[in-house]
Antibody, heavy 120, light 107 residues
Framework: EVQLVESGGGLVQPGRSMKLSCAAS????????MAWVCQAPKKGLEWVAT????????YYRDSVKGRFTISRDNAKSTLYLQMDSLRSEDTATYYC?????????????WGQGVMVTVSS | DIQMTQSPASLSASLGETVTIECLAS??????LAWYQQKPGKSPQLLIY???SLHTGVPSRFSGSGSGTQYSLKINSLQPEDFASYYC?????????FGSGTKLEIK
């Protein structure tokens, strides 16, 4: 059974940093591109970042470029999101998601989500 | 960036009814479109990919159609568990964009 379990969320002050982790199990982690998707309270879904199966390529939405870094440790089957210079508008639930295989970019499995609140 | 315009924003329907949700892309996305269902307090679940292919385990009362820039999700014979929010998603190229969502409520 595919499982994605996020951790590391909480309350953080504007301008500070936070690192999210996502522990994967039930599939061959290093075969899949992975992503982070966020959802602000009572709002819709927003893609944040994607990393290729081997970590060689990363992609970000414009609003987080230069502030967020997606990375992975295939030996530990773990995905990360380092979030620096946090802003109030980054407040959201962050989901770890597995991309489908192939050239299309869907999300076939999602974690339960972790809440990040940026506030003083 | 490809914009995804989803309608309606909310929809009220009765058990057993059939409903349709629309998604309009700002440019041709060549059927590279997915639909997700999200229940309150839960993570999204993939329903349909490549515009019309059902994901594993998804009931056959869900169907997707469309091409080019216009796509739709149809739910036949609504069941209690279908009342949720639905999102379309451009899977063609980054930035990967979602529609703003449709909240399906019981009438």
């Amino acid at each position: 059974e595919v499982q994605l379990v996020e951790s590391g969320g909480g309350l953080v002050q504007p301008g500070r940093s936070m690192k999210l982790s996502c522990a994967a199990s039930g599939f061959t982690f290093n075969n899949y591109d992975m992503a982070w998707v966020c959802q602000a309270p009572k709002k819709g879904l927003e893609w944040v970042a994607t990393i290729s199966y081997d970590g060689s390529s990363t992609y970000y939405r414009d609003s987080v470029k230069g502030r967020f870094t997606i990375s992975r440790d295939n030996a530990k089957s773990t995905l990360y999101l380092q979030m620096d210079s946090l802003r109030s508008e980054d407040t959201a639930t962050y989901y770890c998601a597995r991309h489908t295989m192939g050239i299309t970019h869907y999300f076939d499995y999602w974690g339960q989500g972790v809440m990040v609140t940026v506030s003083s | 960036d490809i914009q995804m315009t989803q309608s309606p924003a909310s929809l009220s329907a009765s058990l057993g009814e059939t409903v349709t949700i629309e998604c309009l892309a700002s440019e041709d996305i060549y059927d590279i479109l997915a639909w997700y269902q999200q229940k309150p307090g839960k993570s999204p679940q993939l329903l349909i990919y490549d515009a019309s292919s059902l994901h594993t385990g998804v009931p056959s009362r869900f169907s997707g159609s469309g091409s080019g820039t216009q796509y739709s999700l149809k739910i036949n014979s609504l069941q209690p568990e279908d009342f949720a929010s639905y999102y379309c998603q451009n899977g063609l190229s980054a930035p990967l964009t979602f529609g703003s969502g449709t909240k399906l409520e019981i009438k």
